[in-house]
């Protein structure tokens, strides 16, 4: 735990694939059985060591107006379980249209995804708040699930079959 001294997104910092300043940095098992203690020797983390970063309100820089309107591309929003060991988020992940969030386990330019209203887990325990949001490193993601989030549960497949053509998950 600690703060990062970046000017700008967070999740734009970390895609930068640079070594990132620390501050105030304390550290503990990460079974969390023993309580955090100072870590003044680590002044610097490398994004790919990472797994999953927790951001809270105050990690985001005030947007102005070209950058409002800049968000205000269209994605289509899913719900989705993300297991990246030990760890297991749940949140919502946002993507253009006709990218389906299996996807997300390609090999992308973007090291760092953002998953907003985040939930994060360690071994079935929850790991700090309800984050804003959790942005995970894809190079640890093993599996993307679609979920519903009010049970959980993995998404229902809809009765009945298709209507004709290939789709992308039939190739």
């Known amino acids: 735990m ?43 983390v490398d994004p790919y060591d990472l797994i999953v970063v927790l951001g809270g309100v105050d990690s985001r820089p005030p947007l102005d107006e070209k950058q409002r309107e800049a968000h205000k591309l269209h994605k289509v929003e899913y719900d989705v379980a993300l297991d990246c060991p030990p760890f297991r988020v749940i949140g919502t992940v946002h993507l253009f249209p006709g990218t389906e969030p299996a996807r997300l386990l390609d090999r992308q330019t973007e090291l760092f995804i953002p998953i907003t209203d985040a939930i994060t887990f360690i071994e079935g ?13 894809r190079s640890y993601l093993k599996s993307v699930e679609q979920i519903d989030r009010r ?21």
């Open 2 to 44: 600690g703060i990062m001294e970046v000017s700008g997104r967070l999740s734009d910092a970390l895609n930068r694939r640079e070594a990132i300043s620390l501050a105030a940095v304390s550290w503990a098992p990460i079974e969390g059985d023993e309580p955090f203690e100072p870590a003044p020797g680590l002044r610097s």
């Open 125 to 137: 325990q929850r790991v700090g708040d309800e984050s804003e949001v959790a942005l995970v490193n």
């Open 151 to 171: 049970t959980f549960e993995p998404v229902k497949r809809l009765p009945g079959r298709p209507l004709g053509g290939t789709s992308y998950g039939e190739r």
